[in-house]
Structure formats: structure tokens, C-alpha cells
């Protein structure tokens, strides 16, 4: 047996009592002996994999020289990842800084984008994720926000109606510091915003002023089936937030601005000084994912194994399914009521897959590593079909 809940970590979440002791690649192993396979990624952040080889070797290299330095004192490691990172989103001349978290990445884009427009009002979807702290969770209920929901949006059969659109039509655009635009996760759900309604808002903040944020905390780096989910739009932003899969694990996370911005806010004395900002470690780790990434075509590998999946989940037919969603390695399944969603996860750990479950959202979510082997994709979903069809007996034999 597994230990239970561990005692003396404070719950604010749900946890099992699983005590995993060694993780490779997508294979997860217990204390106990039970074996899983990781379908979240960790928490959507080792995208090469657990403990890929070739990262490892440069992790235990760095530290053999440095890891962690004052502020004052800036490693080359740190301009290094910061020209890979600004020549992937081409932004010439552009600035980066380095983070521990994707909430502080988003927060300081946000800061930023603010001082350089000097608007009071933000836009987003109501049901964007942008950051762990209270006021930029889900909902975020103050004046300085204006959300729009989403959902109303991509449900709406009209797509080029905006003058007419209660929902965007009365927007005051000159008041817009900043779209703030989550490109198509919204807490693990797959909401995929339609590029009519992102250009549409991106095009009328630029020109009036203000700027674009793009979250890429989630959809950077590969998940999407591109390098960023923005990159599915017809949009250029002015800020880019970073994180997860930046580290492959490792806590680090970037913010990505044009040069514009970065000449407002230096010459405006912008001050920001964190405990692990820049450091070595971190910025040596993210340029070898980088590297990685384009060394092992590993955007193509997540646009291909994502519509295969993708397409194996649509196979399944059962009525408990209401949608499947998907963008590259970014897949939801929703079901038709809270419960199942909470049983599936439970079945699929029973049979060794841990996935994603959003209960309130009655969604099941596949967020693997874009490393993970074909075959567990078809395992996962031979299993998915086997306990659906179990679930929808029982549901039959208790009518
Ligand atoms: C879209 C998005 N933005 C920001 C964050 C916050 O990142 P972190 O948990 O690294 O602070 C998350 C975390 O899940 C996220 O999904």
C-alpha cells in the first residue's frame, strides 16, 4: 500500500496518497510498486519528458560552476537564453527577464504593459488562468478588469458581427492597457478562443494604444502543436509570458518584450529585483530545452502525435462524451455530468494512466510530454473506451 495523504503538507489541493520515487520520461513509480503513466506532464511542465538525459547531463554540468547569483551580478547564461528566446518570437532588439514561476511572469507582463500605456483598464475572457495570486485568478471581479465570456462567443453562430456584438461592441478600447490573452487552455478545459474575436480584439487595443499579453505559461513551448499558441493567430504581441515547460520541471519562467516596451519602462526607472532572477542554473537548463526542442522536431512531433490522439479519442463512441477538444498535446474530454469525470480519473489510475480530471467542468484532460510513445496513447484510449462502456451499462441498468 501506498502512504496516505501525506501529514504534514498543508491540503489546499487535491492530492493522493501516491508517494512516487522515480519518474522517466512518461513512466511514474511508487514506493508501493505502482507504475503510471504520466499523462499530465507533471503539471504540464516536462514537456521533453521526466529527467530527459541530455538535460540532465547539463543540469549536474552548471553546477559544477554556477547556479545562483546576486541581481547586481548577470551570467552570460541569462543574455544567452534571452537572445534564443527573442529570436523564437521574433522580436529584434526586444528584452527578457527570468523568473522562478508562470504566475510571476504573468503578472509582470501585466505590470509592464500597464506602465508603458499608462490606461487603467485591462481585457481578458472571464475564464482565462492567468496567475496563482488572488486577484488574477478566475473571477477576477474588479474594476480594472473587463472580461468577456468567451464561451457566449464561440458558441455564437455569427462570426463577423462585432459592431453589433452586446458583448464587444460597447468595449472603450482608449481605456485598454492591455488584451491579456490566455491562447486556448482556460484551466485545462481546451477553450479555444476563434481568431476572428482575438484579431479583432488584439487589432482594436494596438490601435488604440495599448497592448498585447499573451499567457504562454500553458500553450508555449510546443503544447499547441506550434512553438506558442499565439502562433495560431494572425497576431503580434508586444509581451510574452513564459513558464512550464521553459524548465522541463525546473522552476524557471520569462517574460519576452518588444524593444518599445522595454525602452518605456527602463527609462520610466522601472524597479524589479527577485531572489532567483536571471539565475545561471535556470537560464543554462532553458536554453538546452530550446536546443532540444529544435534538435528533436519536437513541434512536429506534438502536431502529429496530438491529431492522432485527438482522432483515437473521436473513435470512441459513447454517449457519457459530450466533446472531445483538442489542440496539439493540449486534449479535453468533456463528459456529460461531474461525477464521471471524477470516476474515469479514478478508473484510468486504477489501470495504471494518470490523466487530468476538472471535476466541476466535467472534463477529463491528456497534457503527456510530446516525448511520450504512440502506444500509451492507444492504451489510454482502449482503456477510456472499455470503462465508458462499463459506466453506460451500469447507468442502463439502473433505468
Ligand atoms: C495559463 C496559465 N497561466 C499561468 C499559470 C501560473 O503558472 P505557475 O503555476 O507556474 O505560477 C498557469 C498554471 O497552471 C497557467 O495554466
Known amino acids: 500500500?501506498?502512504?496516505?495523504?501525506?501529514?504534514?503538507?498543508?491540503?489546499?489541493?487535491?492530492?493522493?496518497?501516491?508517494?512516487?520515487?522515480?519518474?522517466?520520461?512518461?513512466?511514474?513509480s511508487s514506493a508501493a510498486g505502482k507504475e503510471l503513466?504520466?499523462?499530465?506532464?507533471?503539471?504540464?511542465?516536462?514537456?521533453?519528458?521526466?529527467?530527459?538525459?541530455?538535460?540532465?547531463?547539463?543540469?549536474?554540468?552548471?553546477?559544477q560552476y554556477v547556479s545562483h547569483l546576486n541581481t547586481r551580478l548577470v551570467s552570460d547564461l541569462a543574455e544567452k537564453l534571452a537572445v534564443d528566446l527573442l529570436e523564437l518570437v521574433s522580436f529584434k532588439q526586444g528584452k527578457a527577464v527570468f523568473l522562478s514561476s508562470g504566475s510571476e511572469a504573468v503578472e509582470m507582463a501585466i505590470t509592464l504593459a500597464r506602465l508603458a500605456t499608462d490606461k487603467p483598464k485591462m481585457l481578458s475572457f472571464s475564464n482565462s488562468y492567468l496567475s496563482a495570486y488572488s486577484h488574477m485568478t478566475m473571477p477576477r471581479k474588479t474594476a480594472a478588469w473587463l472580461e468577456l465570456d468567451l464561451t457566449q462567443c464561440n458558441r455564437c453562430p455569427r462570426k463577423d458581427c462585432y459592431s453589433e456584438c452586446p458583448i464587444v461592441r460597447d468595449i472603450d478600447f482608449s481605456q485598454i492597457a492591455a488584451f491579456v490573452l490566455e491562447p486556448g487552455n482556460s484551466g485545462g478545459r481546451v477553450l479555444l478562443p476563434t481568431a476572428q474575436l482575438?484579431?479583432?480584439?488584439?487589432?482594436?487595443?494596438?490601435?488604440?494604444?495599448?497592448?498585447?499579453v499573451v499567457n504562454e505559461v500553458t500553450t508555449g513551448f510546443g503544447r499547441t502543436g506550434k512553438w506558442f499558441g499565439y502562433n495560431?493567430?494572425?497576431l503580434q504581441p508586444d509581451l510574452i509570458s513564459m513558464g512550464k515547460a521553459l524548465g522541463n520541471g525546473y522552476p524557471i519562467s520569462a517574460v519576452v518584450m518588444t524593444r518599445d516596451i522595454a525602452a518605456t519602462v527602463e527609462s520610466q526607472g522601472f524597479k524589479y529585483a527577485q531572489s532567483h532572477q536571471n539565475d545561471p542554473l535556470g537560464c543554462r537548463i532553458?536554453?538546452?530545452?530550446?536546443?532540444?526542442?529544435?534538435?528533436?522536431?519536437?513541434?512536429?512531433?506534438?502536431?502529429?502525435?496530438?491529431?492522432?490522439?485527438?482522432?483515437?479519442?473521436?473513435?470512441?463512441?459513447?454517449?457519457?462524451?459530450?466533446?472531445v477538444r483538442g489542440r496539439g498535446m493540449m486534449?479535453?474530454?468533456?463528459?456529460?455530468?461531474?461525477?464521471?469525470?471524477?470516476?474515469?480519473?479514478?478508473?484510468?489510475?486504477?489501470?495504471?494512466?494518470?490523466?487530468?480530471?476538472?471535476?466541476?467542468?466535467?472534463?477529463?484532460?491528456?497534457?503527456?510530454?510530446?516525448?511520450?510513445?504512440?502506444?500509451?496513447?492507444?492504451?489510454?484510449?482502449?482503456?477510456?473506451?472499455?470503462i465508458l462502456n462499463n459506466l453506460t451499462k451500469d447507468s442502463g441498468s439502473h433505468e
Request: charged residues 20%.
Open 232 to 234: 495560431h493567430y494572425n
Open 286 to 323: 532553458a536554453a538546452e530545452v530550446i536546443q532540444i526542442f529544435k534538435d528533436d522536431n519536437i513541434i512536429q512531433r506534438s502536431e502529429q502525435l496530438g491529431s492522432f490522439f485527438v482522432k483515437q479519442l473521436r473513435k470512441i463512441e459513447n454517449p457519457l462524451i459530450k466533446e
Open 1 to 28: 500500500m501506498d502512504k496516505q495523504y501525506p501529514a504534514h503538507i498543508l491540503k489546499c489541493h487535491p492530492m493522493m496518497g501516491t508517494n512516487i520515487i522515480k519518474a522517466n520520461n512518461t513512466l511514474l
Open 198 to 212: 482575438v484579431e479583432y480584439l488584439a487589432d482594436n487595443v494596438q490601435n488604440d494604444g495599448g497592448k498585447v
Open 331 to 386: 486534449i479535453a474530454i468533456e463528459l456529460n455530468c461531474p461525477a464521471l469525470a471524477e470516476e474515469v480519473f479514478q478508473q484510468l489510475y486504477d489501470q495504471g494512466f494518470y490523466v487530468g480530471c476538472l471535476p466541476y467542468a466535467s472534463v477529463v484532460r491528456f497534457y503527456p510530454a510530446l516525448t511520450i510513445e504512440q502506444r500509451h496513447i492507444v492504451d489510454v484510449c482502449q482503456a477510456l473506451t472499455g
Open 37 to 63: 503513466i504520466d499523462f499530465e506532464s507533471g503539471i504540464w511542465c516536462a514537456a521533453l519528458g521526466h529527467n530527459p538525459d541530455r538535460l540532465n547531463g547539463v543540469i549536474v554540468d552548471q553546477l
